[in-house]
Structure formats: C-alpha cells, structure tokens
C-alpha cells in the first residue's frame, strides 16, 4: 500500500472509529423525554438499575461497529482495491466518499424510530432491520471478492453492497443506542456510556486479532467473522432490549403525524437559538474531529521525523497502543463522573488539554518509544473524551420527539470535522515538501519539521475551541 492510500485510509479509520459515538447518542437521550412522552408512563425515577452485563448485550452492536469498520479501511479495503495497481487510492476514495455518505441515514432512521409504534418497540425493529441488510450485503461481498480484478466486472456490484454495508452499520447504531435512555436509568448514562466505548475498542481488538491469529489473513473467513458479528448483536439487543412499544396517547402524538418533506428536509438542521446548548456542544464535537485528523498524516511523520523504517507497521502499532490504552480509560471515567457527580465538562476540558499537549510533544521526539508513550496516554484522554462526549450531548439534549434525529445530526458532524481538518492540514503539509528527488528511490516526498509544526499546532489549536 503506498503513502495516499495509507493516508486516506488512516483518516477514515480516525472518522470512523468514533462514529460509534455520535451514532451511538444519535439516539440515545432521545427517550428520556421519548419515553415518558410516548405514553409508557415510566418516569426516570421509576427505571430500575440495569446490570452490567444487560448493558453489554444492549450494545453490542458497538462491539460489531468497531470490529467491522476500524478493519474495513485498514485492512479489507485496501487488499480488495490492490488489484488496481497505482489507481488503488482513486477507488479507495470512492469507499471513503460512500462511507461518508451514507452516515446521513442517521437523522432519517432517527425521526423514523421516534414514530415507530411496532410491537418489538421503536428501536429494534430498525436493528433487526439493519441486522438483516447487512449480512445480504456482506454475503454479496463475499461472493464477489475473489472474482474482483483490474478490469472492473463485478466491481459495481461490489461497491453497491459496501455502501448498503455502510447503511447498515448506521442504521443499527441509530437504533441501537437510542436504548439507552429508553432502559438505562439516568444515573447509569455515565457508566452505559464508558461500556459502549470500551466494547468498541474491544471489538476493534479482536477483529484485527482474528485476522492475524486464526483466519490466516484470508479476506473470504474475514467476511464470515463480519457477518457472525453482526448477526450476533442482533440476536443480543434483540433477547435483552426489552423495550415498551409506543402507544398513541392522543392526536397530538407525534406517531399520528405523516412525515412529510419538510420533515425529511429539517431531520438534517440543528437550530443554534432553539438548541442553543446543543448546538455547541455539536460544534465542540466537530472541532474535536477536525483536531483529531492530523492521524491522517502520521505515517508520514513516522518517516520524515521519526525515520522509521516500517512507517506502516509502525502507524498500526500506535493504532492498537492507543486504543488499548484508550480502552482502559472509558468504563472508569463514565462511572467516577457518575459517582462524583461534577458534570461532564471537567472531563472534556482535561482530555481535549492533554491532546494539545501530546500534540506539541511530537514536535520535540525523535525516538519511536517517545512516540509510543505520548500515543498511550493521547489513547487514553481519547477513550476518556468518548464517553463524555456522548453523555454531555445526551445532558443538553432537548427533551423532545424530535431528540434522536438532533442527535443524529450530532453524529455527521463527526464525519464533517474528520473531512474538513486535513482539506485544511494537507495543503499546508505540501507547501513544506522537499521535491529533491536526487536521494529519493521510491519517489515519495518528504515533509520539513516546520510543516509538521503547522500541522500539530492547528490540531491544538481545533482541541483548544472544542474545549472552549
């Protein structure tokens, strides 16, 4: 794989790898008032506490999340387009394009859940429904993959299927998490939270373990390991989510009203005076993301600053170090900001300062293990981060029908600030490349430290305004 394909790939991997969060509360405070509006007649006070291990089944499609999409884009993508010889990165941003795509089924699929008076509830129809698009998709992936060559017969089949893949993935996960303020009682968001971390990170682990361990690096046993997983978070949320299905109380129940084009239309807009806190803490997300882009160049850095001599090698050990560490972080911080009770900002503030600094840090290391440490513990105030992140838009969501379509709005904002950070950054970067080709075998460019220092110093600068 060369640089831009690893380049983009890194970014995506970056985007995606958090998205489990915004989809994740892209539904998720909406049954606060979703609950007790939706005429079940359970006040907060009346949830009872759910027990870890409830929890876990009901997120386990977090698990499936992580497993599929960190993996997708480091390592079953990019042997698929392989095949394409030196245009394998023009195809490789068609996925990433498709991938970004289809993240707007989010708010729809969030309206839609909010109306749904089926028996099963509101959000498990949409699981098992997006449980279900999956696997055909993946099983046409899979049928495709090793007939997939240069000359591009039966690639169109193929793309159309990753992107109803994608959907899918989407569609379970504004479903899913929507659970959590329908059965999670408000003094356990906190904790729901940090598990829904950690099982992404979990599953994120073991699909990468799985590939180098036990399925010898073949991409047809890859696809079997997405579909169990997907096929088993189904069968989880399905067996545990044991959801009160909605009932239409009266004509003014927003389950009586016909969605109509101005409906479908303003699922995507988040209003800064009638969401006034809502909407900054989407834009602190944003800027978060935007901040958290500059991974995409790291391969990079490895291999101008570093010197390092498997940048990729190198750049997939960070990747597993920091989630690791990051993992650590997530179910801890969301039950001590649960037990203390002192909000969620403190949490933000200390994990958004202690990327800035890891950020100014690199531009002093010159070792591969000094690396290595500011990647454990940037890991960890990330992990923190997630899980306050998601519990503090589920604290300044309105109380309203219409909360789990705001919440998936919340969640694009991830994919616009992970796109928007290296449009900004890569520029910048290539204004400082040095083009003499004289010492140069593979023909790569390299970057000077002062573009480094640009680079790192706007990711500080993205992390300071997500804070503020």
Not at 85 to 107: H, M, Y
Not at 163 to 181: D, H, K, R, V, Y
Not at 282 to 309: C, E, K, N, P, W
Request: charged fraction near 15%; charge should be negative.
């Amino acid at each position: 794989m060369n640089d831009s394909e690893r380049l983009l790939l890194n970014n995506q991997h970056d985007a995606l790898s958090n998205q489990y969060s915004s989809t994740v509360a892209a539904a998720a405070h909406s049954e606060e008032g979703y609950v007790n509006h939706a005429g079940n007649d359970q006040n907060e006070g009346d949830k009872p506490s759910v027990s870890i291990f409830r929890i876990i089944a009901i997120l386990s499609g977090a698990f499936t999340y992580g497993g599929v999409m960190s993996t997708y884009f480091l390592l079953t993508l990019p042997i698929e387009c392989s095949v394409f010889g030196d245009e394998s990165s023009l195809f490789l941003g068609l996925f990433v394009g498709l991938a970004g795509l289809s993240q707007l089924v989010s708010p729809v699929i969030g309206m839609y859940s909010d109306r749904c008076t089926h028996s099963l509830g509101r959000r498990r129809p949409y699981v098992i429904f997006g449980g279900v698009l999956g696997i055909v998709s993946l099983l046409v992936q899979q049928s495709l993959s090793s007939d997939i060559d240069g000359t591009l017969e039966g690639w169109y089949a193929y793309v159309i299927a990753f992107f109803l893949t994608m959907c899918s993935m989407n569609i379970i996960f504004a479903a899913m998490i929507a659970l959590i303020p329908d059965l999670v009682p408000k003094h356990q968001t906190g904790t729901a939270n940090g598990v829904e971390a950690l099982m992404f990170v979990s599953g994120s682990l073991f699909a990468f373990g799985s590939f180098n361990a036990w399925l010898d690096e073949d991409l047809t046993e890859m696809y079997s390991l997405y579909i169990c997983l997907t096929a088993g978070c189904v069968v989880l949320t399905y067996l545990y989510a044991n959801e009160i299905p909605l009932s239409i109380d009266s004509e003014q129940s927003a389950a009586n009203k016909p969605i109509t084009w101005n409906d479908f239309k303003d699922s995507f807009w988040i209003s800064p005076t009638e969401h006034h806190d809502f909407f900054y803490v989407t834009l602190s997300r944003t800027f978060y993301y935007m901040g958290g882009s500059v991974q995409a160049f790291f391969l990079y850095y490895l291999r101008d600053v570093i010197h390092v001599d498997d940048p990729e090698g190198s750049v997939s050990l960070l990747a597993v170090l920091g989630q690791g560490f990051g993992a650590f972080m997530t179910v801890p911080v969301g039950i001590l900001s649960d037990y203390l009770g002192n909000g969620r900002k403190p949490y933000v503030f200390t994990s958004c300062f202690v990327l800035s600094v890891c950020n100014f840090l690199l531009l002093f290391s010159r070792e591969f293990h000094e690396v290595m440490i500011i990647a454990s513990v940037a890991g960890m105030a990330n992990g923190a981060y997630l899980t306050m992140d998601t519990s503090l838009a589920m604290d300044t969501l309105p109380s309203s029908e219409e909360s789990a379509r705001l919440l998936g709005v919340w969640g694009v904002a991830m994919f616009i600030g992970s796109s928007i950070g290296p449009l900004i950054g890569g520029p910048l970067l290539f204004l400082s490349a040095d083009n003499d080709e004289s010492d140069k075998d593979d023909g790569d460019s390299s970057y000077a430290i002062y573009g480094y220092a640009i680079l790192f110093s706007l990711s500080s600068l993205y992390y300071f305004c997500s804070a503020w």
